[in-house]
């Protein structure tokens, strides 16, 4: 019966951090290039909107 609980509990456990791993995955490939998207595009307005106060 404990056997049988561990080999239960180590299949669910591996299906679990497989589906979190592979949404970390697709998460990281997916926000990495927005978030550098993002920071350029502040980049340059920010430059522009300092230019304008001063």
Do not use: D, E, N, Q
């Not at 990495?32 to 980049?43: E, G, N, S, T």
């Amino acid at each position: 019966m404990f056997v049988a609980l561990c080999i239960g509990g180590g299949i669910i456990l591996s299906a679990v951090l497989g589906i979190v791993s592979g949404l970390l995955w697709f998460a990281i490939k997916l926000l990495i290039p927005i978030a550098i998207a993002v920071w350029i595009v502040r980049m340059i307005t920010g430059r522009g909107h300092s230019r304008r106060y001063y």
